[in-house]
């Protein structure tokens, strides 16, 4: 399973991180398919930057984020679009 989830680069104490696309089996740090974007905690506020169009495309295809990368998704409004193309397409299916 494919997994968007966060990658951590940087020096000790001042991390910064890259969203990248990667299987569940591998590590943290480790090989990844495509890199979506990158997060940045140390300033205040925080800097958030997605490739929407290919987090989008991930998340169509199966990918699942992490716990961590969801709420980064919902701060930035990314993941409403999901969600709202999930719940259009539930209401527009014929029930019988």
């Known amino acids: 399973?494919?997994?968007?989830?966060?990658?951590?680069?940087?020096?000790?104490?001042?991390?910064?991180?890259?969203?990248?696309?990667?299987?569940?089996?591998?590590?943290?740090?480790?090989?990844?398919?495509?890199?979506?974007?990158?997060?940045?905690?140390?300033?205040d506020p925080a800097q958030i930057h997605f490739d929407e169009e290919r987090v989008l495309y991930w998340l169509r295809v199966g990918a699942q984020p992490t716990e961590t990368v969801q709420r980064l998704l919902k701060i930035t409004g990314i993941w409403q679009k999901v969600s709202g193309q999930e719940g259009a397409q539930s209401e527009t299916s014929p029930t019988t």
């Open 1 to 43: 399973m494919l997994r968007i989830r966060l990658m951590r680069m940087g020096k000790k104490k001042k991390p910064f991180y890259r969203v990248v696309v990667a299987p569940s089996l591998n590590p943290r740090s480790g090989r990844f398919v495509e890199i979506v974007g990158h997060y940045n905690p140390i300033p």
